[in-house]
T-cell receptor, first 110, second 118 residues
Framework: GDSVTQMEGPVTLSEEAFLTINCTYT??????LFWYVQYPGEGLQLLLK?????DKGSNKGFEATYRKETTSFHLEKGSVQVSDSAVYFC?????????FGAGTQVVVTP | GAVVSQHPSWVICKSGTSVKIECRSL??????MFWYRQFPKQSLMLMAT?????????EQGVEKDKFLINHASLTLSTLTVTSAHPEDSSFYIC??????????????FGEGSRLTVL
């Protein structure tokens, strides 16, 4: 069935390090893909999205490219900040509903 | 972005009692609201989808008599956990989508409500 697999956390990084969070999905067709972020004490919010193959979503220095061949949507940021500490969720649109991965906690230390 | 507010943010109750959680869209009309449940270190599990003025559609395996969902207005949906038991302890999250979000898939999420049943 439909599912999302993302790397387990927590991922601990130093400030200005490079961040990658892997995400792969199993779905019928070519769904829209999303990354949501949940900062401490807040609700989930959309970070970026891509709606078709080879699209690149970007926001706040984060990027993710829709890879149809590998059914992946890996999240990257070249230089993380302490304020990027949060839980990141990969998701895709499955018949109008969002299917989420388990979430990856990222901790950025000064 | 749009704001969705949940209340209460945390609640502790005795086994056998019922608990109501509210989800409000503060600055837009939410035609559709979703209720999720999140277990520790696991993904959000969709429980049900509710459209304003209609009965909620529950996902397979979710007891509709246990988790009562009401979406009586375009800005308010409620989830009532009836006769709660310790296994119902979890983090419940609502999300809302307005008309503009139907084709983009963008949802706006509440802060979540942590339920602990003793």
């Amino acid at each position: 069935g439909d599912s999302v697999t993302q790397m387990e956390g927590p991922v601990t990084l130093s400030e200005e390090a490079f961040l990658t969070i892997n995400c792969t999905y199993t779905a019928t067709g070519y769904p829209s893909l999303f990354w949501y972020v949940q900062y401490p004490g807040e609700g989930l919010q959309l970070l970026l999205k891509a709606t078709k193959a080879d699209d690149k979503g970007s926001n706040k220095g984060f990027e993710a490219t829709y890879r149809k061949e590998t059914t992946s949507f890996h999240l990257e940021k070249g230089s993380v900040q302490v304020s990027d500490s949060a839980v990141y969720f990969c998701a895709f649109d499955s018949w109008g509903k969002l299917q989420f991965g388990a979430g990856t906690q990222v901790v950025v230390t000064p | 972005g749009a704001v969705v507010s949940q209340h209460p943010s945390w609640v502790i109750c005795k086994s056998g009692t019922s608990v109501k959680i509210e989800c409000r869209s503060l600055d837009f009309q939410a035609t559709t609201m979703f209720w999720y449940r999140q277990f520790p270190k696991q993904s959000l599990m969709l429980m049900a989808t509710s459209n304003e003025g209609s009965k909620a559609t529950y996902e397979q395996g979710v007891e509709k008599d246990k988790f009562l969902i009401n979406h009586a207005s375009l800005t308010l949906s409620t989830l009532t956990v009836t006769s709660a038991h310790p296994e119902d302890s979890s983090f419940y999250i609502c999300s809302a989508r307005g008309l503009a979000g139907v084709n983009t898939g963008e949802l706006f999420f509440g802060e979540g409500s942590r339920l602990t049943v003793l």
